[in-house]
C-alpha cells in the first residue's frame, strides 16, 4: 500500500568505457546537448572497449550496433550511444559482445568499438550514457579522466 511512498534507491552510474568525461551539454550535436534524448553524459574514449554502465538486462541492441539499450533494476532505461551519426556506418565498426535478455553490470563487456574506422568515416567517437525515462541529472558532476567501471554516480 505504501510502495509508492518509499525513497527510491539511487541508481549506481559507472563509467563505460576510459577516456574524459564530457558533459552532455559539450556534446556537438543538439540532439543530446539540449537533452531531448534524456539526461546523461558522455566519454571521449581512450579504449575501444565498452561496458555496462548500470547493473541491469540488455533490452535493445540497434540493428547498426550503434546503440544499445539497458533496463535497471529499478526501471531506468538507459541507452548506450556510440558515437555521432554512426547510425550511417552500418554497423561495421562495432562487434557486439552481448545479447537481448543478458543480464549485466559495470565489469560486462557489451561492444568493442573500432574508433579509427569512425574517425576515418568523419564521425565523433564520443560514448553517450543517456537515462531515457528521466529522474537523473548528471550536470553537477565534476570529472575529467575516467576509467570504465569507475562510480560516477550512485
Do not use: C, W
Request: net charge negative.
Amino acid at each position: 500500500m505504501f510502495e509508492r511512498f518509499k525513497k527510491k534507491k539511487a541508481e549506481a552510474f559507472f563509467a563505460p568505457v576510459d577516456g574524459t568525461f564530457v558533459p552532455l551539454s559539450e556534446v556537438a550535436d543538439p540532439v543530446f546537448s539540449q537533452k531531448m534524448m534524456g539526461e546523461g553524459f558522455g566519454v571521449q574514449p581512450t579504449a575501444s572497449e565498452i561496458y555496462a554502465p548500470i547493473e541491469g538486462t540488455v533490452t535493445t541492441i540497434f540493428q547498426t550496433k550503434h546503440a544499445i539499450g539497458l533496463t535497471s533494476q529499478s526501471g531506468s532505461e538507459v541507452l548506450i550511444h556510440i558515437g555521432l551519426d554512426t547510425v550511417e556506418l552500418a554497423g561495421s565498426p562495432f562487434e557486439v559482445h552481448v545479447q537481448e535478455g543478458q543480464v549485466v553490470d559495470e565489469n560486462t563487456l557489451l561492444v568493442i568499438a573500432d574508433f579509427d574506422k569512425i574517425r576515418h568515416a568523419g564521425k565523433a567517437e564520443v560514448v553517450l550514457t543517456l537515462v531515457t525515462n528521466g529522474g537523473e541529472s548528471f550536470d553537477l558532476l565534476d570529472k575529467n579522466q575516467v576509467k570504465h567501471g569507475e562510480l560516477l554516480k550512485g
